[in-house]
């Protein structure tokens, strides 16, 4: 018996394991755990579970409490006070754990195709997406960030109107929740009236510096999804093994599918963070009965336990579905 040190190159690491006689699926195992805790330290980073005094209950938001689900664990450990200075919150770790179990998935079942989510606020989903590639060594795909940059389009966008019809009831809802502003700091540091949800592209791409992952396999796509949808393929997207859409309104959630459906191969996931919204849920059911798609294809099982002491509304339920291969 003797020992060998096996220098080991993967995306989470380069270090040196020393085994005695360590067969091939020993290393298959370490290389697995190497990977979960650095995607557990990546999704706790996401969270703002990293600093002194934060929480360390990823699943912290996991309750259908608003107050609650709408806070990073991150909290100023002189005062207790929550800091809302995380890249995602909302019942976070489910979306993130979501995503990593649906690319699993992908990669057991040889589906082909890039990571996209159309909607990426503070872009937490799609730097994990990026976490998923590097801890797995993935080279054969990119991840698509697809934003306005400037939130959610205002009443006065809404109101121009989109290529299809929108029904009365939808479109009103739409304005009156989505159609306001906020006033924030800006990019100069000044503050300024911007839409609702605004995160500029500035920042989305210092969050991906952050955890080192901004690099030629991110690619960014700014600008209105029925803008800039159409001309994605000019861009270099062939195929999506998973699509995630989170555009708020029934119009963006119609863009996001009538120019993305196509590109998801047969196989591959379409995940709806909106689903709780009717606005959005009514779009999802206009667009499936629009290609004979069956509604039970969608699921709502979660991936972590979620505490409903506080009421038994839906805000939580995330929805997915396999498109038919």
Not at 108 to 133: K, N
Not at 197 to 216: A, G, M
Not at 274 to 289: V, W
Request: proline share 3%.
């Amino acid at each position: 018996m003797f020992t060998r040190f096996v220098l080991l190159t993967c995306p989470v690491c380069i270090l040196a394991v020393v085994y005695k006689g360590a067969g091939i699926h020993d290393g298959e195992k370490l290389l697995s755990k190497l990977q979960d805790r650095y995607l557990n330290t990546v999704r706790m980073g996401l969270l703002g579970g990293l600093n002194h005094y934060a929480s360390t209950d990823p699943n912290q938001g996991a309750t259908t409490d608003y107050n609650k689900r709408n806070e990073c664990l991150a909290k100023d450990w002189t005062t207790g006070a929550v800091l809302d200075n995380c890249i995602m919150k909302w019942d976070a770790n489910e979306r993130l754990l979501r995503v990593q179990d649906l690319y699993k998935k992908v990669l057991h079942q040889g589906i082909p195709g890039d990571l996209m989510e159309c909607g990426v606020w503070r872009g937490g989903v799609t730097v994990y997406m990026a976490a998923l590639l590097q801890a797995h060594d993935d080279a054969s795909r990119n991840v698509w960030v697809s934003d306005s940059f400037n939130g959610v389009p205002n009443a006065l966008r809404q109101a121009e109107g989109s290529s299809y019809d929108i029904p009365d009831d939808v479109k009103d809802m739409d304005e009156r929740q989505w159609g306001g502003s906020v006033n924030e700091r800006g990019v100069s540091g000044q503050r300024e009236d911007k839409n609702i949800l605004t995160v500029e592209q500035v920042y989305v791409r210092d969050n991906f510096k952050r955890f080192d992952l901004l690099n030629e396999k991110v690619k960014f796509v700014p600008g209105y999804f029925n803008e800039t949808l159409p001309f994605v393929s000019k861009k270099g997207l062939e195929h999506l093994a998973i699509l995630r859409v989170d555009g708020d309104l029934y119009s963006s959630t119609m863009d996001v599918l009538q120019n993305l459906y196509d590109k998801v191969s047969p196989g591959g996931f379409i995940i709806f963070d909106d689903y709780p919204l009717f606005q959005s849920r009514r779009a999802i059911e206009d667009f499936f009965k629009s290609r004979h798609l069956d509604l039970k294809l969608i699921k709502t099982d979660r991936m972590t336990p979620e505490d409903r002491s506080f009421g038994e509304a839906d805000i939580n339920m995330n929805a997915y579905f396999q498109k038919p291969k």
